[in-house]
DNA sequence: TTGTAAGCGTTATCAG
DNA sequence: CTGATAACGCTTACAA
């Protein structure tokens, strides 16, 4: 085991100072060309690679960006750390990725983690106990500390912050208003209850969308669900014997149950309903029937947000805080489980 | 924006040296017990925390652990990573994610950056270019410089280092024994082609099965992808009027590819033909009839990892190498793909 | 009991 | 053109 080169070693070994070597890889033109050449070469033969943490210590910086999501193992979040870790990679930059597991306590301890120099600054979506306790202290502090913040998906106004959404009402709009468009008169909505703020704007769009076709908005038809775990049953006797002929969902899984649901019932999808969901996920793409949805564009956002914090990161003027907010379409992917016309 | 608070700042402010500083936060008993509890309370007062990067340099270790997977838009390897984090969060490791995209280049260039200081380890699956290369020479040098490397999923025999790998083979043998056992005699594997380590040793574990049973191997009931974009054109050639009872595929995606092209073609699952896949994903469950699979426990896989790296790591006695494959046991889960007997 | 100094690996400033 | 020195923030012998 050879332990990693260093400019102490070659300077040894080439009976220079450190410092010459130091400038005779960065190709100071200080250094005169024979010795820039013998000690290049050296450093090439030994594969030398500058430490990153000295560097980091050198520069204040340490050229990762943290994510923080509240769980891994769900396609969303997973197409936005893809898209991250793209546009990070190609500026040089490397991702620390931490996981709050939707809870606050964990949330606060990681970020105060990669805050002590870890990191330069942070992408997040927040975790549904965050949303709930309205407790944001943790994230103010970040940016006080000078550590530029992007919030997406889940993000909160009280922040004053760079962010990455999707145009939900809109999104939701649209799926409703395709239902409507192709025939839909009794539209039910499956929905998360409100402090999770997408499932809020969602509802926003469902009711925007039935009111500006002249329908009628009917709280019976309208489910919401705290907890993923029951979801299934509670959809399931919600939609029992309920007559609909569209339902829109919140997100794959529950319209997946719906559609579980109706056939249990012995109503066909879409024959004798129409169900669209959100989120573009394997799911939704190899289900029978495959899912209408509307996309999300994960990676997109990610990319976005990526590029906003590294566009932060690397201005170093100090300038008048100005914060934008992307919003980065959805996109209505018809598929089978809503009838054609 | 307040900088971040040093030892130094501290020091300056209660007219202490540095050293002095650094101790008393350590509970250090050289300290006098009202100095110490001066600081202490200052410190606290400022919510003072050590930068991680300036200890990194000083300990020569970063308590960050590397992982480098193909891709992240992939269940299974969520869940190992899931496993990785919590483990190395309770042990107050950060986790840095690396996604090498399957390329060999892209693998070999993120082990680089890592290595410099950034990782104190590696936890990786392996790029499925670079198994075709089959060049090694990024996880020998890593290995060289004293950086541990677990190796989980995609392994090679080629490296020396501690593996974590299911017992594909058994897995295998079990799903095929299964069918075999409720009636099946005309069992189709549909798997992947031989360089991909877990597509051979599960296409062994099919015939295995078969030959302990007294079922003969038949070459063209055997079908190996290559790539996974028409792998669903594919198995709908390769089932196309084929006479089985029985399929076993070596993934979620090939055993729902299988069943629609068998619905396709006026067979019933589980009626006509029995079904099981591999690795327990949301499409498993979800999918209509649910799959029976083969189970991976991918989080057990990512928590294994991660203690047999640590372990590595924090034994800083240089022993002499004594390397462990763990084997995570495959579970069959049985659901409505497979006839009931 | 407290402080000084060296060192982790690097770069930048300033002398020589 | 090259080298010594200080600094990034922290720990730890060793001095005082």
């Keep these: ?115 002590n120099g870890s990191t330069d600054g942070f992408i997040m979506s927040l975790a549904k106990e965050t949303m709930q306790k ?49 025939g839909c008169k009794k539209i039910a909505l499956i929905s998360t209850v409100d402090y999770v703020i997408v499932g809020k704007l969602r509802t926003q769009g469902y009711k925007k969308a039935l009111e500006e076709n002249g329908l009628s908005i009917d709280e019976e038809l309208i489910l919401k ?37 109706l056939q249990e019932n012995g109503k066909k999808v879409p024959g004798d309903v129409s169900v669209i969901g959100f989120t573009d996920g394997e799911l939704s793409k190899r289900f029978i029937p495959s899912l209408t949805t509307v996309s999300q564009h994960g990676e997109r956002m990610g990319e976005e947000a990526a590029r906003m914090l590294i566009e932060k990161l690397e201005r170093d003027v100090e300038e008048i805080e100005n914060y934008k907010t992307i919003i980065v379409e959805t996109e209505l992917v018809v598929r089978n489980s809503t009838k054609h016309y």
């Design 1 to 115: 085991m050879k332990p990693k080169l260093t400019l102490k070693h070659i300077a040894k070994e080439l009976d220079v100072s450190i410092s010459t070597v130091s400038k005779a890889l960065r190709d100071s033109k200080e250094i005169g060309e024979d010795t820039r050449q013998k000690i290049k070469a050296f450093a090439k033969l030994y594969n030398y690679k500058p430490n990153n943490i000295a560097l980091s210590l050198k520069n204040r910086k340490s050229k990762t960006i943290g994510i923080i999501i509240p769980e891994i193992v769900h396609h969303f979040f997973t197409t936005v750390i893809s898209g991250v870790e793209k546009v990070a990679n190609e500026l040089g930059y490397n991702v620390l990725v931490c996981l709050s597991g939707n809870s606050f306590d964990k949330e606060v301890l990681n970020m105060e983690m990669l805050a």
């Design 225 to 261: 669900i705290e907890e993923i775990e029951d979801s299934e049953k509670k959809i399931g006797n919600f939609l029992k014997g309920k007559d609909v002929d569209g339902v829109f969902a919140v997100n794959e899984h529950f319209a997946i149950s719906a559609i579980k649901a």
């Design 134 to 182: 309205q407790d944001y202290h943790h994230l103010e502090e970040a940016i006080n500390q000078g550590m530029p913040l992007v919030l997406f998906d889940r993000v909160v106004d009280e922040i004053a912050c760079d962010k990455v959404i999707i145009d939900d009402v809109i999104g939701a709009k649209k799926a409703v208003q395709h239902l409507i468009k192709i």
